[in-house]
């Protein structure tokens, strides 16, 4: 039977996708964004500081599993309510954490509800967009994400300027997080189940990895699989490890004010909302493909030339590396969840989607564990230069592995002529 979603039914899918992601996103950078306030005045060790810095990765790799299969399970929309629900609980318990262990846990379980929302967001995208449209709002994930870095500096400095100490700026920019799920919350009641979910039978539900098998009968998808797998690691590794550390670097180039450093890391970061709009801008003419080729090319250049000035001392030139670096993540990091969810069929995408953002995720959390260490004892500039490997292989999987599909039909869901008015 052919299902209709309206035009201003498709723009509040998106918006609210769109608004969902920037909550992900919030959670993801809000603890990296006041690591210099959290390391000060609250958690003290590197070990400890280097778990709660992972913890939401960790939790958003147990996320994506759940949140993916639950996604199939018993739909998009109860999914979505129930992780708004778990970063308003994470968020304000974070805010109020009496110690470590405490805001580590809270850290994690708000990790899962960022994998878990990240698979069904871009369920409900690929389910209810037509062709050419869905691709473009899928790749606007990381311009989400440079509104939340933007927004939690922003906020960082307003508080510096009012004299705020640093605890206080830590917990309210935590707390200040449950804000914005709140109201995604509430906007979720004018919005219905995805048109393409249809809750699987009991005697139908398919073995946990069918879908695995699935995607290998097809070798476009296939191969665009094991692309989202393997660039899904590259990217997460890069932009959880160097993008998560540049406030830090920061603080060693001997700007004495935290004011000034906090100026530098908003000019730094403030280049990834041109390159999130950008991005989806030229995707019709650059495609998936060249988008995550060029990406990967700038994030290799900028690591090893931030590593090599970093080891001989150059500060002033290395704030450029990472200028480049912010831009050419945000463009590799683009393709990975859009074109697994724009390959998968629906009544599995959830769980493929999710399955391949663990994927990526769980070799982030480690690194993010381990690079405090790694820096402490190698340095920063060796360890940044080690970091080059991740996008050395994303590139070369994305030139020899991936294939172009932007404008993607899929069968399933193209053929079933889910009809878009107006658009």
């Known amino acids: 039977m052919s299902k209709r979603i309206y035009k201003n039914e498709k723009s509040l899918v998106s918006t609210l ?72 609980f994470a968020d304000l318990g974070s805010a109020i954490s009496p110690d470590p262990a405490v805001f580590i846990a809270l850290r994690f379980i708000a990790g899962i509800a960022v994998g878990s929302d990240l698979a069904n967001c871009y369920c409900f995208i690929m389910d209810a967009i037509g062709r050419g449209d869905r691709e473009v709002t899928g790749v606007k994930n990381t311009l989400m994400a440079s509104f939340a870095i933007m927004t939690i500096n922003i906020l960082i400095l307003l508080l510096l300027f009012n004299n705020a100490d640093y605890v206080s ?4 920019t935590m707390g200040i997080s449950a804000v914005p799920a709140l109201f995604a919350l509430l906007v979720s009641g004018y919005l219905g189940e995805s048109p393409l979910w249809t809750k699987p039978s009991e005697n139908g539900k398919p073995p946990r990895l069918e879908f695995i098998r699935k995607l290998r009968k097809d070798k476009l998808k296939w191969r665009t699989t094991k692309f989202s797998w393997i660039s899904g690691i590259a990217s997460s590794v890069e932009v959880g490890t160097f993008a998560f550390f540049i406030p830090i670097i920061i603080s060693n180039f001997r700007i004495s004010s935290i004011i000034d450093q906090r100026y530098l890391i908003i000019f730094i970061y403030s280049f990834g909302l041109p390159a999130g709009i950008l991005g989806p801008k030229f995707l019709p003419k650059m495609g998936l493909k060249n988008l995550s080729i060029y990406g990967y090319t700038i994030t290799l250049i900028s690591l090893i030339g931030s590593g090599v000035f970093i080891v001989y001392g150059y500060y002033l030139i290395v704030p450029l590396f990472m200028i480049l670096f912010v831009w050419g993540n945000h463009w590799n990091n683009q393709p990975i969840l ?19 953002n663990f994927i990526s995720e769980f070799p982030a959390f480690l690194s993010i564990t381990i690079f405090p260490l790694m820096a402490g004892i190698l340095g920063i500039g060796a360890s940044t230069l080690i970091l080059a490997l991740a996008p050395a292989t994303g590139l070369v999987v994305s030139i020899f592995l991936f294939r172009e599909i932007y404008g993607y039909e899929n069968s399933f869901t193209d053929n079933e002529k889910v009809q878009i008015d107006g658009a």
């Open 17 to 88: 996708m769109l608004l969902s992601l920037f909550v992900d996103q919030w959670n993801v950078f809000v603890v990296p964004m006041s690591n210099f306030f959290i390391k000060d005045s609250f958690i003290k060790t590197n070990l400890l500081f280097g778990l709660a810095s992972g913890a939401i990765i960790g939790g958003a790799a147990v996320g994506s599993l759940l949140g993916g299969i639950l996604s199939d399970r018993i739909g998009r929309k109860k999914v979505f309510v129930s992780n708004m629900l778990i970063f308003i």
């Open 169 to 172: 700026i830590w917990r309210l």
């Open 338 to 356: 859009t074109s697994q969810s724009l390959i998968s069929d629906p009544q599995y995408r959830g769980s493929a989607t999710g399955f391949s």
